[in-house]
């Protein structure tokens, strides 16, 4: 069983900053690619930002040059660096992870729970 875990949303006024991290445990081989969507009330959940096992890194044009991803491998932890917060950043944010369970078998993938982000002042 795998499960990923979130923390860090919150409240914060426009201009500020946030962090959210997610961890996965459970029984993984390999955590390949790992990613933040987000999803805000009446709107299609949208990928924010993705981060390949070797570091290669995209996100979306709504935030870039404001967000960063970034992973610890040995801790199996995505993190979402997040500044100049806008209002229109209001949303869950979700974690997930592609995560192979051995060595030749397929990978599957995760999701968090959800995290709160609200910026408003």
């Known amino acids: 069983q795998v499960q990923l875990v979130e923390s860090g949303g919150g409240l914060v006024q426009p201009g500020g900053s946030l962090r959210l991290s997610c961890a996965a445990s459970g029984s993984i081989f390999r955590t390949n690619r790992m990613g933040w969507y987000r999803q805000a009330p009446g709107k299609q959940r949208e990928l924010v930002a993705a981060v390949a096992s070797g570091g290669y890194t995209n996100y979306a044009d709504s935030v870039k040059g404001r967000f960063t991803i970034s992973r610890d491998n040995a801790k199996n932890t995505v993190y979402l660096q997040m500044n100049s917060l806008k209002p229109e950043d209001t949303a869950v944010y979700y974690c997930?992870?592609?995560?192979?369970?051995?060595?030749?078998?397929?990978?599957?993938?995760?999701w968090g729970q959800g995290t709160q982000v609200t910026v408003s002042s």
């Open positions: 997930n992870a592609d995560i192979s369970l051995s060595d030749y078998g397929p990978q599957y993938r995760y």
